[in-house]
């Protein structure tokens, strides 16, 4: 089937007074060729979640689920957004499920959302901060 034009749809448009913007952008910039997750390299963000102060986001880079090879990140934003405050630790695997314990104030992934993550991935996730 021939096409033509783009293969990937076209932006939505905000309604009214909304606007769109990225709140966590990738780095690249500082990756080796491993692409292994560090403050300098990190992308494919994929959970976003937050506290009363902050909003962690979670960047996968090329983590597997299981934790076998790859690692990610998580990256501490004032809730204004901006370039990150903080880092966690390098964590194996990816961090798919983000979310953060009120209660505890910790961070974990949630293991309905990976159920194959490694306790090690899980571990490093919930002390993270």
């Known amino acids: 089937m021939a096409s033509s034009g783009s293969a990937f749809a076209a932006p939505a448009s905000p309604q009214g007074d909304y606007t769109i913007s990225t709140f966590a952008a990738d780095n690249i910039a500082g990756c080796g060729t491993d692409f292994d997750a560090s403050p300098t390299c990190y992308f494919n963000v ?16 090329t983590g597997a689920a299981d934790g076998s090879s790859g690692s990610s990140i998580i990256a501490k934003y004032a809730r204004s957004g901006g370039a990150p405050l903080k880092f966690s630790a390098t964590l194996p ?37």
């Not at 994929?46 to 996968?60: I, K, M, P, R």
């Open 46 to 61: 994929d959970s976003l979640t937050n506290d009363d102060a902050f909003v962690y986001a979670g960047y996968q880079n």
């Open 93 to 129: 695997g990816k961090t798919d499920g983000l979310s953060f314990n009120p209660f505890t104030r910790r961070s974990f992934i949630s293991p309905e959302t990976v159920p194959q993550a490694s306790d090690a991935t899980r571990n490093a996730t919930r002390n993270a901060w």
